[in-house]
């Protein structure tokens, strides 16, 4: 009886080592899953260079650069009246140009082109 008793102790035992070892496995697996997951979705950094008509003041500025920033994975904007120009740090993983086409317009001006460059041009920087 001792002897059924013991080997049935040890089967457990066995069993429960299976299972832990198949959930860690489970856990490996799905650590690996997110980490896949994470590099895919890495952020390109770009400059988008926005020619814009219809401004003509500082509160224009303010107005299409609030709007431009408002958008998820825009890291700056900036619009200058007298460039005609908005300039739009952003991560194009997660957002594109026509959100801020979209943007520009919904706030009644006009987008005449709309120029990505990479963000290691360092003269693509938006400023003020």
Same mark, same amino acid.
């Given at each position: 009886?001792?002897?059924?008793?013991? !080997? !049935?102790? +040890?089967? +457990?035992?066995?069993?429960?080592?299976?299972?832990?070892?198949?959930?860690?496995?489970?856990?490996?697996?799905?650590?690996?899953?997110?980490?896949?997951?994470?590099?895919?979705?890495?952020?390109?950094?770009?400059?988008?260079?926005? &020619?814009?008509?219809?401004?003509?003041?500082?509160?224009?500025?303010?107005?299409?650069?609030?709007? +431009?920033?408002?958008?998820?994975?825009?890291?700056?904007?900036? /619009?200058?009246?007298?460039?005609?120009?908005?300039?739009?740090?952003?991560?194009?993983?997660?957002?594109?140009?026509?959100?801020?086409?979209? /943007?520009?317009?919904?706030?009644?001006? &006009?987008?005449?082109?709309?120029?990505?460059?990479?963000?290691?041009?360092?003269?693509?920087?938006?400023?003020?």
């Amino acid at each position: 009886m001792r002897k059924i008793s013991f !080997l !049935l102790i +040890l089967m +457990l035992i066995i069993a429960a080592c299976n299972n832990t070892a198949n959930t860690d496995q489970t856990n490996t697996d799905q650590t690996n899953t997110d980490n896949t997951e994470a590099i895919q979705q890495e952020a390109v950094i770009e400059v988008a260079i926005i &020619t814009v008509s219809g401004m003509n003041c500082g509160g224009c500025e303010t107005t299409i650069a609030g709007a +431009l920033n408002e958008i998820d994975g825009v890291m700056d904007a900036k /619009a200058s009246f007298t460039e005609q120009q908005a300039k739009v740090k952003f991560d194009s993983s997660k957002a594109d140009i026509e959100e801020f086409k979209a /943007a520009i317009e919904g706030k009644g001006y &006009t987008v005449e082109s709309i120029e990505v460059v990479e963000y290691t041009d360092q003269s693509a920087e938006p400023t003020e």
